[in-house]
């Protein structure tokens, strides 16, 4: 079996961070999601992994891959594949098509995070013997997503793209399985009216032949990070279920250390106090601060008399004499000041290299 990894699109929804970064490539717990997506792949014993890039943002993914193949010490072998538009999954995966050949394979959203792993879903398709597996989560409001209705059998008889009045809570997570009747499938249908070609509408044209499509019903969470509040929401749940306390940088004192939190190399923290789950990156100053729970700053950043909390911060950004910075995501090389009597509480989506005074 291979695995198609797709890390094209433009990320509209977190713009204006996306103009300068992938949004697969956007940090949780000081980590690019891309990262967590092929740490389940892999462990879930896949090692043939195709990647979808788009021109403007393929050299930027092709290089942070790169960088995690060197932690890895597993044989895996990346083949990098350029979708000249994001004209939608199914075109992606027609984009694929010669690196998948006809053997099954495991689609993935690149910026889709979920808790568990994927043995016993890639189990179930084998056993089943079906030319779809799809990956589905009950949502509070499935107006917002792909939603599948189910027959008795735990059979899809019907997708259908954020819909008004839905049949079901069951909505589609970003992770599928198929096997090569699918390429039958995507050959059958024409661009939707966003002149996109559907995955959604090449599944539907498997139901209508009579080709098995079931469900996996996934028992715990789903995050699609493609949105401040849920990248924020993920980062909080990775630090609190993968973080381990470990302190390697320097500590004064006069700080204080709570919970789960990582001080890597070379930080300094200095008559501050850091309260879990956190981590601070390499190279990192903390000084006269408070870093709250649910933090995550990266390397080579200046935080001095400030306040964060629930807040992503990426490389090199410097943030002084700020009361309270809560439920932000701040990009790279942004300086952060205040310069008058500022009392308020800042929730900010910054991109990089930035300038803010308040």
Known sequence: MK????????????????????????????????????????KSGLSDIGIIIAPETGGLIQESVEEYK????????????VQDEPKGLAHAVKTARDFLGEEPFLMYLGDNLIGGDLVEFISRFYETEVDALLLLKAVPDPTRFGIATLNAQGEIVHLEEKPKFPQSNLALVGVY??????????????????????????????????????????????????????????????????????????????????????????AVVENSAVRGPAVIGKGTKIINSSIGPYTAIADECLVEDSKIESSIVLKGTQIKGIDRLADSLIGRNVRIEKNQKFHQCLRLLISDDSEVEV
């Open 70 to 81: 060197a932690t890895i010490n597993q044989p895996v072998k990346f083949t990098f594949l």
């Open 177 to 266: 399985l198929f096997s090569s009747a699918i390429h039958w499938g995507i050959e059958r249908i024409k661009p939707s009216f966003r002149g996109e070609l559907e995955i959604t509408d090449a599944i539907s044209q498997l139901i209508d032949a009579k080709k098995k499509v079931k469900a996996y019903i996934l028992d715990k969470w789903w995050l699609d990070t493609g949105k401040k509040d849920t990248l924020l929401a993920a980062n909080r749940i990775i630090l609190q279920e993968l973080i381990e306390r470990k302190i390697e940088g320097e500590v004064s004192s006069q700080s204080q250390i709570l919970g789960k939190v990582v001080i890597a190399k070379d």
């Open 3 to 42: 695995c198609l990894v797709l890390c094209g699109g433009k990320g509209t929804r977190l713009k204006p961070l996306t103009f300068t970064i992938p949004k697969q490539l956007v940090p949780v717990a000081n980590r690019p999601i891309l990262h967590f997506v092929l740490d389940n792949i892999i």
